[in-house]
């Protein structure tokens, strides 16, 4: 492995570990704050993360040839950002009502609806991974969901929210990689951002009557760390290491997120999942890189058999 290689492999899983931790901190955040004034909070920061890469790369704002107009390029933003800021507004108010072991590993079923969002739009074939990876990752949120544990124990209405937020990052991804081909990077993403503040101001201000600004103390603070580090930087580095890794590799990685959602847990608030939750926390890791590796081999046997023949 390249020295380049393994330092995109270590950054992506620095990644992986920040989105973890964040599970704990952003319950304890919203249990004292209103979820759409802290989402509008957390994107604010965000953007003002990116702002330093926007003012520095503002000459690449400018759609190129191969991309879209600017006002499809909008478009496609705020519509990708709509999902994403759903996914968001799930997770966050399903973390009232259940665990953050748990809303990991329920965040991670997303990966295994990506793909059948393709099938669905007639763009793939349901092929056997893809339909072992979600038979493993349904049999494993049962396990995990209608199990008793310590701490939140049985299917609760967070755990449906959060299965919701699954949802909304899958068609958040699916609308990604549809989109993002013709898509400026920086101007995408910004859109994106722009709008998951956007909308969560909005939802503030109809259902929390416009919750002032978060007080100095822990809500404030996740509000930094999710904005700066879980969101801003994330994509900086997420952006910086893929030039170095393959996507596999990425999605491989990516999939240790709920293993360090259930790990900070335990650590943070002592969170004790039961061996039945475990099981099913493990058929789901299990899902998901059934899933997603299946599918890159496919594409790369694929890729194989084109080349050969060409040859």
């Not at 951002?193 to 969560?200: I, Y």
Request: proline share 5%; charged share 10%; aromatic share 10%.
């Amino acid at each position: 492995m390249s020295s380049r290689r393994l330092v995109a492999d270590s950054a992506l899983l620095f990644v992986a570990f920040i989105w973890g931790l964040t599970f704990v901190m952003v319950q304890d955040a919203v249990r004292a704050y209103p979820v759409f004034a802290f989402l509008a909070t957390r994107f604010l920061f965000a953007l003002l993360g990116l702002l330093p890469i926007i003012v520095w790369r503002r000459k690449d704002l400018r759609p190129t040839a191969h991309e879209s107009r600017l006002s499809r390029q909008v478009a496609a933003s705020v519509l990708t950002g709509a999902f994403l800021f759903a996914g968001y507004s799930f997770q966050t108010a399903g973390l009232l009502y259940t665990t953050p072991a748990k809303a990991a590993f329920i965040t991670g079923l997303g990966v295994t609806i990506v793909p059948l969002l393709s099938i669905a739009f007639g763009l793939e074939r349901l092929s056997l991974p893809v339909l072992a990876g979600v038979v493993l990752a349904v049999v494993g949120l049962g396990f995990l969901t209608l199990s008793g544990s310590q701490v939140g124990g049985g299917l609760n209405l967070g755990d449906l929210l959060v299965l919701g937020c699954a949802i909304s990052f899958a068609a958040q991804i699916f609308a990604v990689g549809r989109f993002a081909p013709r898509m400026n990077p920086l101007l995408f993403t910004t859109g994106q951002l722009a709008t998951v503040m956007a909308l969560a101001g909005m939802a503030s201000l109809l259902f929390e009557r416009g919750a002032p600004w978060p007080p100095a103390g822990q809500p404030l603070f996740a509000a930094l760390f999710t904005g700066l580090l879980a969101t801003a930087l994330a994509f900086g580095v997420q952006t910086a290491a893929q030039r170095f890794t393959t996507a596999t590799h990425t999605a491989l990685i990516f999939a240790t997120e709920p293993v360090f959602g259930a790990l900070g847990s335990y650590l943070l608030i002592q969170e004790v999942l039961t061996p039945a939750q475990l099981l099913g926390s493990a058929l789901i890791l299990s899902g998901m890189l059934a899933a997603e590796m299946g599918q890159g081999f496919l594409s790369w046997g694929r890729r194989l058999r084109t080349a050969n023949t060409n040859g």
